[in-house]
């Protein structure tokens, strides 16, 4: 059983180059195919279609990978900057309830200045304790004067006329820091 033949009327004629247009030849029995190849590029010469797409899929890429490391270390910066705010929360957590604690302490520092027993051992555990965390006691005497840690709310005369920086005479109320932050400057009188 052989195929229908098509009608002329449904032959695609644009499939034919216009030069083509006439029958073959009756006696060859050739057909004549359409051929709708891209020419060939000559040698040294690129074809400009590829050369355009492929620039075109690479600044495409190039945005891509630009766009997906822009994004990697703006959330890498995120995720540090996140980290460090929420270790500063809990420290200053921390050092709120440090805070608080700071009368029990100046409690207790002025009770064994009064001579009442058994409250150094209370003193002495609860500034361990809070010292582990990281408490600090501020304020000894004969230290150098620095305004970031000590208040200086007297002063008096230097005995020694060579001393050049002011150092701490005596320690009014003991201050504290937490971490390395000043919860209260000690107050103090300062010599020189």
């Known amino acids: 059983m052989s195929a229908p033949s098509p009608d002329i009327g449904e032959l695609d ?20 195919e359409s051929v709708t190849a891209e020419p060939e590029p000559v040698e040294g010469q690129a074809v400009p279609d590829t050369e355009l797409d492929l ?6 890429r190039d945005a891509y990978l630009g766009d997906l490391q822009r994004v990697t270390a703006e959330f890498t910066n995120f995720r540090r900057q996140t980290m460090k705010r929420n270790t500063e929360l809990v420290a ?3 050092s709120r309830l440090a805070r608080e604690l700071l009368v029990v ?8 200045g009064q001579g009442v027993e058994g409250i150094e051992a209370l003193q ?18 004969d230290e150098p004067f620095d305004p970031g840690f000590h208040e200086a709310v007297m002063s008096e005369e230097s005995d020694d006329d060579g001393q050049d920086a002011p150092i701490v005479a005596e320690v009014l109320r003991t201050g504290y820091a937490w971490n ?13």
């Open 92 to 94: 200053q957590a921390a």
């Open 55 to 60: 620039a075109a899929v690479v600044a495409e």
């Open 105 to 112: 302490l100046d409690a207790c520092e002025a009770a064994v």
């Open 180 to 192: 390395g932050r000043v919860l209260r400057p000690a107050m103090v009188k300062v010599r020189g």
């Open 124 to 141: 002495s555990q609860l500034l361990g304790v809070l010292s582990a965390e990281g408490l600090a006691v501020l304020g000894t005497v």
């Open 13 to 32: 004629c644009a499939a034919v180059p216009p030069d083509e247009s006439e029958a073959p030849d009756a006696g060859t029995g050739d057909a004549v």
